[in-house]
């Protein structure tokens, strides 16, 4: 089992920058067999996907929305992903998940079996 806490949210303006962190308590092996990935939830809609890296890091994937401002990331000597976000835009604030995988790519929550708890990202125009 997997158990994963998000951290990093804030409050910023737009133009700004944040970096969310999503630490794992299982085993360094477990962890690294794992796709990560982020999605969002903004108000009143649906959740998203966001970004998604391969076990190896090797492989990304980014929705179009993001592509050149987020930066997804791992170390599994840390058993922790990063998303790193700059240019922030108001239409960004939503609570950000990280949630693994066993298959890549893949922006389907269906195919995510363990989930964090969120973390808040306000973007302020």
């Known amino acids: 089992q997997v158990q994963l806490v998000e951290s990093g949210g804030g409050l910023v303006q737009a133009g700004g920058s944040l970096r969310l962190s999503c630490a794992a308590s299982?085993?360094?092996?477990?962890?690294?067999?794992?796709?990560v990935g982020w999605f969002r939830q903004a108000p009143g809609k649906e959740r998203k996907f966001v970004a998604a890296?391969?076990?190896?890091?090797?492989?990304?994937d980014y929705t179009d929305s993001v592509k050149g401002r987020f930066t997804i990331s791992r170390d599994n000597a840390k058993n922790t992903v990063y998303l790193q976000m700059n240019s922030l835009k108001p239409e960004d604030t939503a609570v950000y998940y990280c949630?693994?995988?066993?298959?890549?790519?893949?922006?389907?929550?269906?195919?995510?079996?363990?989930w964090g708890q969120g973390t808040q990202v306000t973007v302020s125009s």
């Open positions: 890296i391969i076990w190896s890091g090797g492989s990304t």
């Open positions: 299982a085993s360094k092996r477990t962890f690294s067999n794992y796709a």
């Open positions: 949630a693994t995988s066993a298959a890549f790519p893949t922006n389907n929550q269906v195919n995510y079996d363990y």
